[in-house]
């Protein structure tokens, strides 16, 4: 065990111990305090990052906030220019923005745009386009595809170096920041902000900012020239459409969706009438069953001609050929079928016409046939009777009795007579044709001038006259009917003439004049040789004769004048025959009775 005295330390160990402690505690007040000065400047530094942390976390959270902004903006149906206001706005959020400009540049024309252009000095708010390229800040800009920021002393320095020669706008800045824009790809933008004043002082963060907006600035352009593209596109397409002369029509559940202007001119009927209506509503209802099928069949994807011909009736009740063209397609995703419609009345008509001219064309040529066949038929027998009448009097004048030689004379005479009436009649029928005729109707004695003409035909077909027999039945003779006397001489004379002709001896013509109210019904009635029925539908046409004549002279004019004769008459001719049994004419014509006291006789 140790004594107290053995624990005593001796006093210079103690002194010296309490100064080595003295020591230690000034070196660990020292620590502490470095210690110290180093936490507190750890905590200042910090909460200085902190602060800075947070304000650069708050920038970050406006700047997402204005790009969400601009790009909702941009979709949001604005015009190109309320969006533009609204970045503008937005760009305000994020640095000095009073004065903002938007420069697109078009490198076809080598010129500039500026959609949107505010500046308190230039004029407050401004778009212009089509402005010269030059040698300016923006063309600066565009050129280096850099942000370009500018003060007092670097545009001097720029246009020291030959950079910029053209200022544009007020020049008097402090500041000038532009940023370029790549629009698909290529540097063909400037978003641009300037001051005037002393206390504006752009800097790279700004221009990091601004080359920020316009990314975005960029994106919408490019969205707002696609739709631009589009809406002129779509309008190239319209105007296409609306001014082609062609007829173009959507047809979709059995209605017209869409016609264009031409469509309306084709049919002749209104738009929303056609809009309105079954897509048939305007078509002739003769063609309406196979456009229907055919537009159904086309539909269901069967096969079906893509051309085909129908006729519409306009809205005055005219009718109008169409060709027309179809195909399915989608419209507004249901099935439709797309019209292509061309107006082709005008080629109907004028291959009517052509079918028509060369009807006529062959009925001329017919009737030149038939005029030969006549001509050479029925001049020969009285040419042939004056060659032999003129050879006797040439010849045997000297042993010719007067008589004789009166009688050949009487030959020629009536020889030339006949030739003349055909001559007369041939040109009759082409006064006739050339619409010549002429209608003068006057006061007529008619059952008068009917037995006048009985006589001339005694004294012109005496040898028949006398051998076949002519009931009459005529009107009182004072009655005066208001009548064409020409053309009843060449009805008449021709009816009569032929029925005594064509009837052999002994047997009876019968003429029948029967006066209505307002008509004159004449009939020329025989018991003669009749017309073959496969004769009768071309028995008025000109040297057209019946194939039972046999010797019977002709010419086949008569009834072709009959008929033109009764028409200008405005008047009507039926005939009924049995061949071997006899014909009967019926002719009726308009006529009035001019004599007070005959109200029509039977
Ligand atoms: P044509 O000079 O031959 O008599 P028309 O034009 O007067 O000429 O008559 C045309 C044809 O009609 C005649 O050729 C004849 O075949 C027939 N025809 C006309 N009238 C009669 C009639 N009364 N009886 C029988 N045939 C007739």
Redesign the pocket.
Known sequence: MTTWSEQLVPLHDLQSQHQALARDYVALQAEWQRQKQAASNWLERRGDELQAEAAEQKKAETLQRIFYRIAERATANLSFYEFLQTVHGLLGELLYARNCYVCLYDAQSNTKDFPYYVDERDGDRLQLSHVPYRRGLTEFVLRTAKPQLIDAARLQQLQATGEITQGSGDMSFTSWLGVPMQIRGVTAGVLTVQGYEPSVHYDASDADLLSFVANHVSSAIERYQAIDELRKSEARYRLVIESVGVGVVVVQAGRMVFANPSMVRIVGHPLDYLLSNHFTATIHPDDVAQVVERHQRRLRNEPVETNYGFRVITQGGDIRWLDLSAVKIEWGAADATLMFVVDATARMQAEQTRRVALQKQGELNDMKSRFIAMASHEFRTPLATIHGSVELLRHYQNRLRPEQKAEALKKIDDAVHRMTRMLENVLLIGRADAGQLEFNPQALAVTRFCLGLIDELRSSMAVRCDKVKLVLDLPPSDLELWLDETLLRNILG?LLG??L??TPDGKTVFFTLQVGTDSLDIKVA?E????PEA?LPR?FESF???SN?GTIA???????IVRDSVTWHKGSIEVT?QVNRG?CFSVVLPTKILTPNHQGTS
């Open positions: 021709n032929n029925a002709k064509y025989d003669g040789i009749g017309i004769d028995l057209q004769r019946a004549v002709g010419t086949g004019l008569g009834l072709s025959s014909s």
